[in-house]
């Protein structure tokens, strides 16, 4: 005679099974966002601000003006 579960048992498991499956993925989902947080940019750099570079003819070095 062939082991059978009774359907309520069944969907309890089921269910329980779709949970912790649901639980991971939000964990590993907030993993990687934190991943992709720490890798963007801090502020963007704005242009204006930075130094404009004049090529030295005698050496050939970028320097700033």
């Known amino acids: 005679m062939p082991f059978v579960f009774p359907p309520l048992v069944a969907a309890t498991v089921a269910a329980l099974g779709v949970a912790a499956l649901g639980r991971m993925l939000a964990k590993e989902w907030r993993r990687i966002n934190e991943e992709l947080e ?4 801090a502020e963007a750099i704005d242009p204006a601000r930075l130094p404009k570079l004049r090529r030295d003819p005698a050496t050939g070095v ?3 003006e």
């Open 38 to 41: 720490q890798m963007r940019p």
């Open 62 to 64: 970028y320097r700033p």
